[in-house]
């Protein structure tokens, strides 16, 4: 029997297996912040006089038991019950009798879901900004490591100008500063209380909803109790944003090394144990470690949309699509932190190849150099521009000596301010109360 079940009334067996779903198998993961969500509940509800003191402490004790065994991977949610929330309650009230039954005053099952949703995506986003963290070190390094070895630049996937592995780790390093910029966006809204406002309509009972929020340490409220109803389903989008723009990061990165890695660029190596063979041809050391990082970037920038598209033209109140928002953003978060660990382990075996430039292919990298060169003499830009142009048309275009150290703008291979960013990554991560 559910908990909202009436006497004399049962549900369909085709209709509670396609209602629930596959709800079970995502509701482990709440478990914990359910468990917390509860012990704040409860301690109000004892502070404006709805439990006794030692109701409290039978509640808490009980609840504490439940923590422990889901931090020891125990807890199993009975084939019979609902959800994670009622196996909770039930457990409880078997463990301490009538005061288990008491827990649920003043508390809606949507307010209840959407405070555990509060509280295990602020714990994931976290997660993830750290993982995003180490990752941003790791490139930092690389940078600072290979800031003077060349590399070719390409627009429209021609050669273009000179660049270094030291521009090119740095600017993903960079970029992941500013996913983190949308991501602390979403952890901003994260951390706000929807607890208290019931099925969307608030409560008679003198909630004191200010309390639940501290000792949650959740930053503000969600004040409006039908809006705390309207949050849910927008703070999984904010948040899958967040996570579509780290995704698109890192499948660009992906990218350039499975480019770097062909055979035709040779501008980077991995150990052999980072790629594969093939089963009909012995030379092959594929990719596929990044290959896979590139394909799961790419899906994770769908799931705004997917979460858009549910959750479209939705009136106000609860819907139980809402449900399904579960399914779309959980294992897309699973996704992204799998993504971190194996690229933060990975990277750090790069091999870099020496003196690419020196191969004549790459000749032509040098004609901004040799117009620049020209304008420093006193020519005109235009007539620079076009007799370098006309050298090449000729083929007798040459250039020797090129420095990197000339270039010494902000950015630039010779000043990559990589300190400059590491400040702005650090006032990022302040966001996540993670420095």
């Known amino acids: 029997m559910k908990l909202w079940q009436k006497d004399h009334t049962d549900t369909a067996g085709l209709v509670e297996q396609f209602t629930v779903g596959r709800d079970k198998d995502f509701d482990l993961l709440l478990a914990e912040a359910d468990v917390q969500g509860s012990l704040a509940h409860t301690a109000m509800l004892c502070?404006?006089?709805?439990?006794?003191?030692?109701?409290?402490?039978?509640?808490?004790?009980?609840?504490?038991?439940?923590?422990?065994?889901?931090?020891?991977?125990?807890?199993?949610?009975?084939?019979?019950?609902?959800?994670?929330?009622?196996?909770?309650?039930?457990?409880?009230?078997?463990?301490?009798?009538?005061?288990?039954?008491?827990?649920?005053?003043?508390?809606?099952?949507?307010?209840?879901?959407?405070?555990?949703?509060?509280?295990?995506?602020?714990?994931?986003?976290?997660?993830?900004?750290?993982?995003?963290?180490?990752?941003?070190?790791?490139?930092?390094?690389?940078?600072?490591?290979?800031?003077?070895?060349?590399?070719?630049?390409?627009?429209?996937?021609?050669?273009?100008?000179?660049?270094?592995?030291?521009?090119?780790?740095?600017?993903?390093?960079?970029?992941?500063?500013?996913?983190?910029?949308?991501?602390?966006?979403?952890?901003?809204?994260?951390?706000?209380?929807?607890?208290?406002?019931?099925?969307?309509?608030?409560?008679?009972?003198?909630?004191?909803?200010?309390?639940?929020?501290?000792?949650?340490?959740?930053?503000?409220?969600?004040?409006?109790?039908?809006?705390?109803?309207?949050?849910?389903?927008?703070?999984?989008?904010?948040?899958?944003?967040?996570?579509?723009?780290?995704?698109?990061?890192?499948?660009?990165?992906?990218?350039?090394?499975?480019?770097?890695?062909?055979?035709?660029?040779?501008?980077?190596?991995?150990?052999?144990?980072?790629?594969?063979?093939?089963?009909?041809?012995?030379?092959?050391?594929?990719?596929?470690?990044?290959e896979l990082v590139r394909g799961k970037g790419n899906r994770l920038q769908s799931i705004p949309n997917e979460l858009a598209l549910l959750t479209t033209n939705l009136p106000s109140g609860y819907h139980r699509e809402l449900q399904l928002t579960k399914e779309v953003l959980f294992p897309a978060i699973e996704t992204l932190k799998d993504c971190f660990r194996i690229l933060s382990f990975a990277l750090p075996q790069v091999q870099v190849k020496e003196g690419i430039l020196e191969d004549p292919a790459y000749r032509y990298l040098f004609t901004v150099e040799a117009v620049n060169d020209k304008v420093r003499e006193g020519m005109p830009f235009r007539e620079a521009y076009r007799a370098v142009g006309n050298s090449v048309e000729q083929g007798s275009f040459a250039y020797e000596g090129f420095d990197p150290a000339r270039h010494t703008h902000e950015g630039s291979m010779g000043n990559l301010c990589n300190p400059e960013i590491a400040a702005a990554m650090k006032k990022v991560l302040q966001q996540f109360a993670l420095v």
């Not at 190596?269 to 050391?285: D, N, V, Y």
């Open 47 to 290: 502070y404006v006089g709805l439990l006794t003191a030692d109701e409290l402490e039978q509640i808490h004790k009980g609840l504490h038991h439940i923590g422990q065994q889901i931090a020891e991977g125990a807890f199993r949610i009975a084939t019979e019950v609902e959800d994670v929330h009622s196996q909770i309650e039930l457990q409880l009230t078997q463990e301490i009798g009538e005061a288990g039954k008491k827990i649920h005053s003043g508390r809606s099952r949507n307010d209840q879901v959407a405070v555990a949703i509060k509280l295990f995506l602020k714990k994931e986003i976290k997660e993830i900004a750290g993982l995003a963290a180490t990752l941003f070190d790791e490139l930092q390094g690389l940078s600072e490591r290979y800031r003077y070895h060349l590399l070719p630049g390409y627009t429209h996937l021609q050669v273009a100008m000179p660049s270094s592995f030291g521009l090119w780790f740095g600017a993903y390093a960079e970029s992941l500063v500013d996913d983190l910029e949308l991501l602390a966006a979403a952890y901003k809204i994260t951390d706000k209380n929807p607890l208290g406002s019931g099925a969307g309509y608030g409560s008679s009972f003198p909630l004191d909803r200010q309390l639940t929020t501290t000792l949650l340490q959740l930053g503000d409220l969600h004040y409006n109790a039908v809006y705390a109803q309207m949050s849910r389903g927008k703070t999984e989008r904010f948040v899958a944003t967040g996570i579509a723009a780290l995704g698109a990061t890192l499948a660009r990165l992906s990218m350039d090394i499975c480019l770097f890695m062909n055979q035709n660029f040779s501008f980077i190596r991995f150990p052999e144990a980072l790629t594969t063979g093939s089963s009909i041809m012995p030379h092959k050391k594929n990719p596929d470690l990044f």
